[in-house]
């Protein structure tokens, strides 16, 4: 694929190229979190940011716990569904709205500390993003806690759709 052309949320990562890399993960931290206002309030962390390879961390702190003081399973689901979204975002055309549609977690252990979602997409999947202006992939997502525990089991569905115009509902 590297006749690929970068779209839109790619050439506004491709800014922080100026940052010096030891801080590029916090300015994008900053930047995604303004982009997506539930990821700043959780305080997801945007470590890795590729058209293979999305990785978002967050941290155990008070504003995200459950009642036993760990990571709140809304906040898991925040996690994963950021990173599979922000992977698909990274490829979708700039013509096309990637949608979430389905998903599935599974509760597995109870998480410890911290936590990181890295979601993928393969290269045939991000080749039919390219060529089709709708569909659907089914994104995996693997989440690990600090002592190599995953705490859920989880895949995403996405789709995407032309951008058009919308209709007013009646």
């Known amino acids: ?40 309030t ?24 459950n009642h036993i003081g760990g990571i709140h399973a809304s906040a898991m689901n925040l996690l994963a569904e950021t990173a599979t979204g922000m992977v698909v975002g990274m490829n979708v055309r700039d013509d096309c709205v990637p949608l979430a549609k389905e998903l599935k977690m599974a509760f597995k252990k109870r998480a410890t500390g911290a936590l990181r979602a890295v979601a993928t997409l393969s290269d045939a999947q991000r080749a039919l993003m390219q060529a089709s202006d709708k569909g659907e992939v089914t994104v995996p997502v693997t989440v690990t806690d600090e002592v ?23």
């Open 1 to 40: 694929m590297s006749d690929h052309t970068p779209n839109r949320l790619e050439r506004q990562l491709e800014r922080l190229s100026e940052v010096p890399a030891f801080a590029r993960p916090w300015f994008r931290s900053v930047v995604l979190r303004r982009a997506v206002p539930f990821a700043g």
């Open 42 to 65: 959780a305080g997801l962390d945007f470590l890795q940011m590729t058209r293979h390879q999305v990785e978002i961390g967050i941290k155990n702190e008070k504003k995200v716990q």
């Open 148 to 170: 190599g525990v995953n705490p859920v089991e989880c895949e995403f569905v996405w789709a995407w759709i032309p951008a058009g115009p919308r209709k007013p509902v009646p």
